[in-house]
């Protein structure tokens, strides 16, 4: 079975300040690692994703991730939080699986943090 | 289509009364999800569509809560009996079969039940 934790609900951090956004994941096999925004009122929308490679990652509005396989842990960052940066962010796991299964593992989400950007 | 889509975007309903919310996922997308977000909350996980595989209902709420796909198009979310405790956003997602995709989300469906 495959898990991701989310270990804080919520985040709060000063404009202009660095941010990071933890995750930790357990999967059985080589993780697909990924996170999305969901503004207020919006949708989920991607940001990233690690899939192989260099183990710092970088996306959209300035955010990156960095892979720690020794950890475990794919936790977002960005070096100057904005107000708008203000939300919910989602990180989620998902592994290939090889053999007579059929090879495809569904998509794993954590539970979800909270970020308050304040001015 | 272009993205995931979902409808009807709200929904208010009478307790007691069923609802079906329908998700239509990006062509070609084996993968179909769905997502139960209560107000400010994390996604609480329904029920997962592959291909032709028999799907993961592990995360149905109760037997009130049913979903079907016919192949790998529309698929519907049947709530029965509502409650008020149904009252959220659902959401529908697809990926394709690659595993290194990330998942698209429709903008889901507000349901309130009153």
């Known amino acids: 079975a495959q898990s991701v934790a989310q270990p804080e609900d919520q985040v709060n951090v000063a404009e202009g300040n660095p941010l990071t956004v933890k995750c930790t994941y357990s999967v059985s096999g080589n993780p697909y690692l990924f996170w999305y925004v969901q503004y207020p009122n919006r949708g989920l929308q991607f940001l990233l994703k690690?899939?192989?490679?260099?183990?710092l990652v970088k996306g959209s509005y300035g955010f990156e991730a960095e892979f720690n396989k020794s950890q475990t842990s794919f936790h977002l960052k960005k070096p100057s939080a904005l107000v708008s940066d203000s939300a919910l962010y989602f990180c989620a796991v998902r592994v290939s699986l090889t053999g007579n299964s059929g090879g495809y593992q569904k998509v794993t989400f954590g539970t979800g943090t909270k970020l308050q950007v304040i001015p | 289509g272009a993205g995931v889509s979902q409808s009807p975007s709200n929904k208010v309903t009478e307790k007691g009364k069923d609802v079906e919310l329908r998700c239509d996922p990006i062509s070609g997308h084996t993968a179909l999800y769905w997502y139960r977000q209560r107000l400010g909350q994390g996604l609480e996980f329904l029920i997962y569509f592959q291909g032709n595989s028999a799907p993961d209902k592990s995360g149905l709420p109760s037997d009130r809560f049913s979903a079907e796909r016919t192949g790998e198009s529309v698929s519907t979310l049947t709530i029965q009996r509502t409650q008020q405790e149904d009252s959220a956003v659902y959401l529908c997602?697809?990926?394709?079969?690659?595993?290194?995709?990330?998942?698209?989300f429709g903008q889901g469906t507000r349901l309130t039940v009153v």
């Open positions: 690690y899939i192989t490679g260099d183990n």
């Open positions: 997602a697809s990926t394709s079969r690659s595993s290194n995709t990330e998942a698209f």
